[in-house]
């Protein structure tokens, strides 16, 4: 079971990041891409961060919990973005539960991952502080995937979806990232960098498609920012209260 779940979940970790870097770095130097830049930057920050780094690290070591929790909640993200888009088929969305399921089934400490000491509250607040701004992204992109046009080059690549799991992905995955689990720093990592990212490549990518507003894209850098600077608080505290 050890050795299967390391298999899967390595592949399935390495999948995102190869299908989602070739196409961001394309993005930059081809200019058949060009109009997709900040589509195809965002999917290697959310896809290849998220999923990817974080089920690489479960592959390496199962133990590690917290990023297990954020690939979950990434996944969850993917499946209701897929849902709300009307692109739960047509963009192959309904891959995502079936590797939650799978994942679960094959975990070696399944009955661990619900032995949760606790919340770290800083986190959770800065999740909950960003339920509703990524909410509201998300069903204004998922409206421009049901309603978009097979003219439309971003919603014929699915990329306002995309966007909207990206979105729904950061609240869902500094949830994850909040819970008191082996491996939270990392998981917190993993979140704060993509957060940080997305604002960062919102920011530098302002006029193509897909880009936060400015504010919002700030405040997502920021908020990206947090999440590590709390985690790092908290293992220090730890170390202190250890010591």
Known sequence: MNRAFRIVAGVLGVAPIGLT???????????????????????????????????????????????????????VATTIAGIISGDFISGLYFLAPLMI???????????????????DPATAALAALAVVPSVAFALTQSELQRNGLSSDPHADFHHYSSMASYSLALPLTAFAAALLLPGRRIAAWIVGVTGAG?????????????AFDPSWAWLTLVWGLAIVSFAEMGMRRETLEAA
């Not at 959310?46 to 954020?70: M, R």
């Not at 399921?101 to 919340?119: A, D, K, Q, T, Y």
């Not at 604002?199 to 498609?209: E, F, I, K």
């Open 101 to 119: 399921l799978v994942l679960f089934v094959l975990h070696p400490r399944r009955r661990s991952l619900f032995e949760i000491e606790g919340v």
């Open 21 to 75: 870097v070739p196409f961001a770095l394309g993005g930059f130097f081809s200019d058949a891409d060009r109009i997709h830049r900040l589509h195809f930057t965002a999917g290697a920050l959310a896809s290849g961060a998220l999923l990817g780094v974080s089920l690489i690290v479960c592959a390496l070591d199962p133990d590690d919990l917290g990023p297990f929790w954020v690939a979950v909640a990434a996944g």
């Open 198 to 210: 997305l604002g960062l490549a919102s920011l530098a990518l302002s006029d193509y498609t897909g």
